[in-house]
């Protein structure tokens, strides 16, 4: 089946909130719509990851699953590469591997905090890209160390690497290791525009946004207004002043900025800015309740928002 657009995946998230046994069902649903792509969370102490990223392509055709993402200081950097590896040779083409340097508060409760977050993201990325390319690799960094370490089964091609940062040096570290960007919700498309040109080269761009559709666009409106006071509080676009833009914002204008929300055509709307701002991959995070719900959210988005899409 072909993309739903012809220059951008579009795709949904399998939000956290949801319990396991929910997700194959889902799969299975945003597979037949059409949907690009299904991404999968993993929050200390939800759900495991890349075991739900593997029981979802087994569960389906041809969506590709990304992992949004895996903290890659939770788990020794060889085996995060030998994992990514089998999950990318069972599943050619079909996996994108998201990694992050975690909450720091997470971070802490499981005894993995390292002195740099950063740095030990950076060591985790080229390590497990490393790996996965075929490498032998020995390394003494600060908080990656291997010696003589090489994959029995590495992919016949690696899957692409986006990592989830938001700030500049986070965004100079994916330039300097990995495929792309993953930017997490309440990104702007101003905010998206200057990462992107902060990262200084054509690349992936996976933005989660804050979703909901509704006849009555102010039903919708309301919907995501609380979430867009969490992930983007305050007067200035706050991730786009962190790269050197200063852009107040005023308080009517705050869920067209932030969110994906209104009637069909105010969607539309929206997605055509994250696209027109260097998004290569659209991530629905429906914010209504219960799982069925924010399935019904997906399916209005394709049969009433994708149509109206520009080309």
Request: hydrophobic share 45%; with cysteine.
């Amino acid at each position: 089946m072909s993309r739903l657009h012809p220059s951008v995946a579009l795709g949904a998230m399998f939000r956290r909130e949801r319990p396991p046994e929910e997700l194959l069902g889902c799969a299975r649903e945003m597979d037949g719509l059409g949907l690009d792509e299904l991404w999968i969370v993993e929050d200390c102490f939800w759900a495991g990851g890349l075991t739900a990223v593997a029981a979802s392509l087994a569960a389906t055709e041809r969506i590709t699953v990304g992992m949004g993402i895996v903290p890659g200081v939770a788990r020794n950097a060889a085996v995060t590469a030998m994992e990514m590896a089998g999950v990318a040779r069972l599943f050619p083409d079909r996996f994108v591997a998201g990694v992050g340097h975690g909450l720091r508060s997470w971070m802490e409760q499981i005894g993995a905090l390292p002195a740099s977050q950063l740095a030990a993201l950076e060591e985790t990325i080229d390590a497990v890209r490393r790996l996965l390319d075929g490498e032998r690799l020995t390394t003494a960094g600060q908080h990656v160390r291997l010696s003589d370490v090489q994959l029995v089964f590495p992919p016949s091609a690696r899957p692409p690497i986006v990592v989830g940062v938001t700030g500049p040096k986070g965004i100079d570290l994916t330039a300097r290791v990995a495929d792309g960007l993953l930017l997490p919700e309440g990104s702007s498309p101003a905010y998206v525009r200057a990462a992107m040109q902060r990262l200084g080269r054509p690349a992936t761009c996976v933005v989660y946004v804050l979703f909901a559709v509704d006849d009555d666009r102010d039903v919708a409106r309301a919907i995501v207004a609380p979430s867009v006071d969490e992930f983007a509080p305050g007067e200035v676009d706050g991730r786009l002043a962190l790269i050197g833009t200063v852009e107040h914002v005023a308080p009517g204008d705050r869920v067209d900025r932030y969110a994906v929300a209104g009637a069909p055509a105010d969607c539309a709307r929206a997605v055509d800015a994250l696209i027109g701002a260097g998004a290569t991959s659209v991530v629905l995070v429906p914010r209504v309740g219960t799982g069925s719900e924010q399935d019904e959210q997906v399916r209005r988005f394709v049969t009433d928002v994708v149509p109206l899409l520009s080309r």
